[in-house]
């Protein structure tokens, strides 16, 4: 049964050029457009097919976009064929790889001597989808010829990257580090990732243990942030990062504040940076935040002073997170009397002042979801608070 869930823009549009992406190898072989149909796969596409569906081994297996040509110019032995595309279903979704399955019905006519026949042939595909010199394309799909009008299936898969140039995860193994996880946001971030199908490993750095346990996560104790040289290798590998550490104003001295909120945040930029150059980066600010430095409040200029250190760090993708009023879902001591305040009015003061609150676990998974559903998207982005919400409101029927 579908789970009405949340997205972001970017995975709306991934999965609407999918759909396309079906809908075009249709289309292609409807128009005898046997090019335009190879065009659509990757150069090292992997094409299986299985006649039987009941027998375990492939009846053909092709290892090339080049292979598909003579599987499609078979179509021209028909007068006419029509492909319809029935429901799909996207199984994993990162930001440049996808699996899923599209069923289809394809009407063959054939003519001999006057004599025209029909053949109908159903087939479920299972398809890869990824990233190929920018654009969306194939890793690997069907050729519907020679399977029996009975229900057949076609399998596809792929074992290699798209090309050497390209760092593209496989789909079900992206990594993931979060940074204060013992924190509200930092928390929800991580049962987040934990519970998110994409992701295979969480790694937490932290100087308190989290108290928990699970099969994907690793748990890295670090005492000082002032030096992060010894990371590493626990950061080699990583897809993205969730940088949530950060202290309250007035629980210490301004030059603490600072040390916490500026250099803390960019020696671990720098050690990442080394070990994982094609990570993408999210990163909680603040409302406020100010680059210019010229803000008389010392949060707001220490998270703009942050903020732009960390743009000119060098990650292909910079994600910086401006909430307001975090609203803290699970009951908590509060650090101070202006948050305790706000919380006794919060129910007011979301009706009043909606753009100026956010969830904290609608914040964490915000963060989550745009450096997953981004990665490999090279750009930088500061949402506001206002932005934020409109990410955690799209709603989306499956997953």
Same mark, same amino acid.
Request: overall charge positive.
């Given at each position: 049964?579908? =789970?009405?869930?949340?997205?972001?823009?970017?995975?709306?549009?991934?999965?609407?050029?999918?759909?396309?992406?079906?809908?075009?190898? %249709?289309?292609?072989?409807?128009?005898?457009?046997?090019?335009?149909?190879? $065009?659509? /796969?990757?150069?090292?596409?992997?094409?299986?097919?299985?006649?039987?569906?009941?027998?375990?081994?492939?009846?053909?297996?092709?290892?090339?976009?080049?292979?598909?040509?003579?599987?499609?110019? #078979?179509?021209?032995?028909?007068?006419?064929?029509?492909?319809?595309?029935? =429901? $799909?279903?996207?199984?994993?979704?990162?930001?440049?790889?996808?699996?899923?399955?599209?069923?289809?019905?394809?009407?063959?006519?054939?003519?001999?001597?006057?004599?025209?026949?029909?053949?109908?042939?159903?087939?479920?595909?299972?398809?890869?989808?990824?990233?190929?010199?920018?654009?969306?394309?194939?890793?690997? %799909?069907?050729?519907?010829?020679?399977?029996?009008?009975?229900?057949?299936?076609?399998?596809?898969?792929?074992?290699?990257?798209?090309?050497?140039?390209?760092?593209?995860?496989?789909?079900?193994?992206?990594?993931?580090?979060?940074?204060?996880?013992?924190?509200?946001?930092?928390?929800?971030?991580?049962?987040?990732?934990?519970?998110?199908?994409?992701?295979?490993?969480?790694?937490?750095?932290?100087?308190?243990?989290?108290?928990?346990?699970?099969?994907?996560?690793?748990?890295?104790?670090? =005492?000082?942030?002032?030096?992060?040289?010894?990371?590493?290798?626990?950061?080699?590998?990583?897809?993205?990062?969730? /940088?949530?550490?950060?202290?309250?104003?007035?629980?210490?001295?301004?030059?603490?504040?600072?040390?916490?909120?500026?250099?803390?945040?960019?020696? /671990? %930029?720098?050690?990442?940076?080394?070990?994982?150059?094609?990570?993408?980066?999210?990163?909680?600010?603040?409302?406020?935040?100010?680059?210019?430095?010229?803000?008389?409040?010392?949060?707001?200029?220490?998270?703009?002073?942050?903020?732009?250190?960390?743009?000119?760090?060098?990650?292909? $993708?910079?994600?910086?997170?401006?909430?307001?009023?975090?609203?803290?879902? #699970?009951?908590?001591?509060?650090?101070?009397?202006?948050?305790?305040?706000?919380?006794?009015?919060?129910?007011?003061?979301?009706?009043?002042?909606?753009? =100026?609150?956010?969830?904290?676990?609608?914040?964490?998974?915000?963060?989550?979801?745009?450096?997953?559903?981004?990665?490999?998207?090279?750009?930088?982005?500061?949402?506001?608070?206002?932005?934020?919400?409109?990410?955690?409101?799209?709603?989306?029927?499956?997953?």
């Amino acid at each position: 049964m579908s =789970q009405h869930l949340t997205i972001s823009p970017i995975e709306a549009a991934d999965r609407l050029a999918i759909r396309e992406l079906v809908e075009a190898y %249709a289309h292609c072989a409807d128009r005898r457009d046997a090019k335009g149909q190879m $065009s659509l /796969f990757t150069p090292d596409t992997h094409f299986v097919v299985y006649m039987n569906a009941k027998d375990p081994k492939p009846s053909q297996e092709l290892h090339s976009r080049e292979a598909l040509a003579p599987v499609f110019a #078979d179509l021209n032995k028909y007068a006419a064929t029509m492909h319809f595309v029935g =429901q $799909s279903t996207i199984l994993t979704l990162t930001g440049d790889r996808a699996t899923g399955e599209a069923y289809t019905l394809a009407h063959h006519l054939t003519s001999d001597g006057g004599k025209r026949t029909a053949d109908d042939r159903r087939a479920t595909l299972l398809r890869q989808v990824c990233k190929d010199r920018g654009r969306l394309a194939v890793c690997g %799909a069907s050729a519907l010829r020679g399977l029996a009008g009975g229900a057949s299936s076609v399998m596809t898969e792929i074992r290699n990257p798209v090309g050497p140039s390209m760092n593209i995860p496989t789909a079900g193994q992206k990594h993931v580090v979060i940074v204060g996880a013992t924190g509200m946001v930092g928390g929800y971030a991580l049962r987040s990732a934990l519970e998110n199908p994409v992701i295979a490993r969480v790694t937490t750095i932290g100087r308190r243990k989290l108290g928990i346990s699970h099969a994907k996560l690793k748990e890295v104790l670090h =005492q000082d942030f002032a030096d992060c040289s010894a990371l590493a290798e626990t950061l080699v590998g990583q897809g993205a990062a969730i /940088f949530c550490l950060g202290t309250y104003t007035g629980s210490v001295p301004e030059a603490e504040l600072r040390t916490i909120t500026v250099d803390y945040t960019i020696e /671990f %930029a720098r050690v990442l940076r080394l070990s994982s150059p094609d990570a993408a980066f999210s990163f909680l600010s603040g409302n406020g935040a100010d680059p210019t430095g010229r803000s008389r409040l010392a949060f707001a200029r220490y998270k703009g002073e942050a903020e732009k250190a960390l743009l000119a760090v060098g990650f292909p $993708s910079v994600y910086i997170f401006r909430p307001a009023y975090i609203y803290p879902v #699970d009951p908590r001591k509060e650090p101070n009397f202006s948050y305790r305040l706000l919380r006794a009015i919060y129910p007011f003061f979301r009706v009043v002042f909606p753009n =100026q609150m956010i969830r904290a676990d609608d914040l964490a998974r915000a963060m989550l979801d745009v450096v997953v559903r981004g990665a490999g998207k090279s750009r930088s982005l500061v949402l506001e608070n206002r932005d934020i919400r409109a990410m955690v409101s799209l709603p989306i029927v499956s997953r």
